[in-house]
C-alpha cells in the first residue's frame, strides 16, 4: 500500500473508544496528555542536538500541481515546506481522529478524518485550523458510501478535492475557503459503478494535465480490505467519456502516480495468480494518448514472491510509484527471501529488460519487505531514494474483542528495521549511499528547507512502556540528528498512519488516538 498508503482505507472503523482515556465531549481541542511546550535540554525526552539547516535543492514540479498523502502527483515525499530543526521543541496534540493531511495553496490544512460520534466513526474532508485541530467545516458521501481517504488528492489550481468510494464513485468537491470561513461544495459526481466488476473496490482517483480523472480498483488487504481477482483501470474524460482496461488476476494495493497524461500504476498477483510461490505482479504504464483513448505504453512484470513475508499488508509490492521528474518511476518487488528496489526508464524502452534501469538488492535476505512508498529527491544530478525496511512491523490494530490499548500490537521490537538510501545516477547506475537503524510503520518526509528526513520510531530500549518518538535524519548522510518522545501507550502509536510537513513548518504525525506535531520554538 504504500503501504502507508492504504492505511485508511480500514480508519472509518476506529471506533470513540480510543479516546475512551482522554477526553469525550470536545474532541477537536482536547490535547491527551502531551505537555505544550518542553524543554529540549531534557534528556529524557528529547537527545541529539539541533542542527542547522542544509538546504537541498526544490522538489521537482509535476503537472498536474496537486497535494496529497505522499506529497505531490509523483509521490515523492519531499516537500519545499520547512520543518522543526529541534530549537525548543514545543508539541500539540487532539484527538480529533485525523488521518491523511493535505495543503491548499493558501496553506489551509485539508484533511481526511473519521467523525467518532457516529459508530462506525463516517468518513470526511475537513478543512481543520492546523494549530488547534478544530474541524472548520466538512464533507462526507451520500449514505452508505465508504470514501477513500488515503489517497484523496488537492488539486491546487481549482481548489477542488479528488475523492473516490469503494463503491465505485468519484466526487469533485470545491473547496471555498471566503474570508476565512472555509466550505465545501459537491461540484461534480462520476458514477462508475456500470464500469467496475460487482465484486471489485474502487482505491484510486487522481486528475492528469488534460483533466481526465484516472481511477483503478483494488484495496490493502491487510487492512480488511477483500481480495479481488481483478483489476479496471482506467479514465474519465472531461466530457464524461469513460476509457477502461480489465486485468485478470492482479490487484491494485497502492497509489499511483500521474505526470503529464501518463499514469503509473503496479499491480500484485491475485486470483489464479496467487497460488505460485514465484507468483508475477507487474508495473504498467499508461497514457490517455491526446484524447484518442486508453492506450497501454508498456508492462513490465516483476517478481511478487510467495507474499508470506510477515508484517505484509499488500500480496505483491508495497509500493505505490514515485516518479523521477520525467526520467524515471521506482517501485520494490516482493521477492523471496529478499525484495529489490526497481527502477524504471519511464520512456518506452525495446523490451521489458531494458526497461529496467537497475535493480538494488534491499536491506538483508530473510529480513526484507516494503509497505511504503519510496522517497525520492533530485538534486540537479543524481536522484536520492529511500526505503524503509517493514519487515516484521505489526499488523494494523483495529479495537474489537479482546482489544487492549496498551498491548503487544504496539511492539515493534521484532522489526529488524532499516532505512536504506540509495542514489540513482542517470549516467552511471544505482549506489546504495547509506544506511540507518531506525524502523518505521509511518509516511517519512523530507524538508528540502531543513536537508531532513522526519519520521516515527518506538524507542528500541523499552522502559516498560511503548514510547514514541518524532526523529529527524541527516539526508546527506544518514546520521540521526535528535529525536524527541511525543507520548507513550497506544494512544500514541501511528498505526500506520501517515505523517506530513505544513506551510507553517510543523511535522503532524496522524496517530491511533488523533493528531500530534512539533514544531520550533524561540
Ligand atoms: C532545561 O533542562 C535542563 C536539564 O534538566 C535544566 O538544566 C534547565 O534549567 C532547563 N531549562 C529550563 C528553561 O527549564
Ligand atoms: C514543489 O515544487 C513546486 C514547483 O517548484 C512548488 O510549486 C510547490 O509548492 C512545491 N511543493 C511542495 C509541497 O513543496
Ligand atoms: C531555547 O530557549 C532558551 C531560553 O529562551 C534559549 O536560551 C535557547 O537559546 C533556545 N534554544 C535552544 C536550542 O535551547
Ligand atoms: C460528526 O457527526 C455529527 C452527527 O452526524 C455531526 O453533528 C457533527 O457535526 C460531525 N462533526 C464533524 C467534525 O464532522
Ligand atoms: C485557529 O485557531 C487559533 C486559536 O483559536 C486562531 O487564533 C486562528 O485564527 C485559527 N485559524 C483559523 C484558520 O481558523
Ligand atoms: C443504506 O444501507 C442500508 C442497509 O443496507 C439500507 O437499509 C438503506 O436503504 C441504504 N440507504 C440508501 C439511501 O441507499
Ligand atoms: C449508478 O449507475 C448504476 C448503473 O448504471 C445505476 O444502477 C445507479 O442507479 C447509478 N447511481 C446513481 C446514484 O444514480
Ligand atoms: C472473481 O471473483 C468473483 C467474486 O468472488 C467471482 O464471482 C468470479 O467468478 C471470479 N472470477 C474468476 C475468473 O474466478
Ligand atoms: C492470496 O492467497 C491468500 C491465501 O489463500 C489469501 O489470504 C489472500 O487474500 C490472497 N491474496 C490475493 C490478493 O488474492
Ligand atoms: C523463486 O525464484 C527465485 C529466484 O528469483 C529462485 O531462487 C527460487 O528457487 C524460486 N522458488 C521457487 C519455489 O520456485
Ligand atoms: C496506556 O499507557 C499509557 C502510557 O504509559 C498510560 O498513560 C495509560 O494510562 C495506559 N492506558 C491503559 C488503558 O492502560
Not at 485525523?98 to 466513526?121: E, H, L, Q
Not at 510477515?310 to 520525467?326: A, K
Not at 535493480?359 to 544530478?381: C, M, R, T, W, Y
Not at 518505521?440 to 531532513?452: A, D, R
Request: charged letters at 15%; proline letters at 6%; hydrophobic letters at 35%.
Amino acid at each position: 500500500m504504500n503501504r502507508l498508503s492504504f492505511l485508511l482505507s480500514a480508519f472509518g472503523l476506529l471506533p470513540a473508544l480510543a479516546y475512551a482515556t482522554s477526553c469525550s465531549c470536545k474532541p477537536s481541542s482536547t490535547s491527551f496528555g502531551v505537555p505544550p511546550s518542553l524543554n529540549t535540554s531534557d534528556g529524557s525526552i528529547f537527545t541529539g542536538a539541533a542542527v542547522d539547516a542544509k538546504p537541498l535543492s526544490l522538489n521537482s514540479s509535476f503537472d498536474p500541481d496537486v497535494s496529497l498523502m505522499h506529497g505531490d502527483s509523483g509521490n515523492t515525499g519531499d516537500t519545499d515546506y520547512p520543518a522543526p530543526l529541534g530549537n525548543n521543541l514545543t508539541i500539540s496534540s487532539a484527538a480529533e481522529q485525523i488521518a491523511v493531511v493535505v495543503w491548499a495553496s493558501d496553506g489551509g490544512m485539508i484533511a481526511g478524518y473519521g467523525n467518532a460520534s457516529t459508530s462506525p466513526a463516517t468518513r470526511a474532508v475537513g478543512a481543520v485550523n492546523s494549530s488547534t485541530f478544530e474541524i472548520l467545516a466538512s464533507w462526507t458521501a451520500p449514505v452508505n458510501q465508504t470514501l477513500n481517504l488515503g489517497y484523496m488528492e488537492y488539486i491546487l489550481d481549482t481548489d477542488d478535492v479528488l475523492l473516490s468510494t469503494t463503491q465505485g464513485y468519484i466526487y469533485v468537491v470545491h473547496r471555498e475557503n471566503c474570508d476565512g470561513v472555509p466550505s465545501f461544495t459537491l461540484r461534480r459526481t462520476i458514477n462508475l459503478t456500470a464500469t467496475i466488476k460487482p465484486w471489485e473496490w474502487m482505491l484510486n482517483s487522481m486528475i492528469d494535465a488534460a483533466g481526465n480523472i484516472w481511477f483503478t480498483t483494488g484495496g490493502i488487504i491487510g487492512s480488511g480490505d477483500p481480495a479481488q481477482n481483478s483489476t479496471t483501470a482506467g479514465y474519465v474524460a472531461p466530457d464524461g467519456t469513460v476509457h477502461a482496461i480489465h486485468i485478470e488476476n492482479q490487484m491494485v494495493e497502492n497509489g499511483i502516480g500521474v505526470s503529464g497524461t501518463s499514469m503509473y500504476m503496479a499491480t500484485g498477483p491475485s486470483g489464479a495468480a496467487n497460488m505460485s510461490s514465484n507468483a508475477t505482479g507487474y508495473m504498467y504504464a499508461f497514457t490517455s494518448d491526446e484524447g484518442t483513448g486508453l492506450k497501454t505504453v508498456w508492462k513490465v512484470p516483476y517478481n511478487a514472491g510467495s507474499g508470506g513475508k510477515p508484517g505484509e499488508m499488500t500480496r505483491g509490492t508495497g509500493s505505490t510509484p514515485v516518479l523521477m521528474s520525467d526520467q524515471f518511476v521506482a517501485i520494490t518487488d516482493n521477492e523471496d527471501p529478499q525484495i529489490n528496489l526497481l527502477v524504471y526508464h519511464q520512456e518506452e524502452q525495446e523490451s521489458a529488460e531494458a526497461q529496467i534501469f537497475c535493480k538494488v538488492p534491499l536491506f538483508q535476505p530473510g529480513a526484507s519487505s516494503n509497505e511504503n512508498s519510496v522517497i525520492s529527491h533530485f538534486d540537479g544530478d543524481k536522484y536520492g531514494l529511500l526505503v524503509q525496511n517493514s519487515y516484521a512491523a505489526p499488523i494494523f490494530e483495529l479495537p474489537g474483542p479482546g482489544f487492549t490499548l496498551n498491548g503487544t500490537w504496539n511492539d515493534m521490537s521484532q522489526m529488524p528495521g532499516g532505512f536504506v538510501r540509495v542514489d540513482v545516477d542517470p549516467k552511471n547506475g544505482c549506489e546504495v549511499r547509506w544506511t540507518a537503524d531506525l524502523a518505521s510503520k509511518t509516511v517519512t518526509m523530507l524538508s528540502t528547507k531543513t536537508g531532513l528526513l522526519y519520521s516515527y520510531i518506538q524507542d528500541k530500549t523499552p522502559t516498560g512502556q511503548y514510547d514514541w518518538y518524532a526523529v529527524a535524519t541527516d539526508w546527506a548522510t544518514g546520521e540521526i540528528a535528535w529525536k524527541i518522545m511525543l507520548g507513550s501507550g497506544g494512544i500514541f502509536n501511528d498505526n500506520w498512519l501517515p505523517a506530513s510537513i505544513g506551510p507553517d513548518g510543523q511535522f503532524y504525525q496522524a496517530v491511533f488516538g488523533g493528531m500530534v506535531s512539533i514544531k520550533d520554538g524561540l
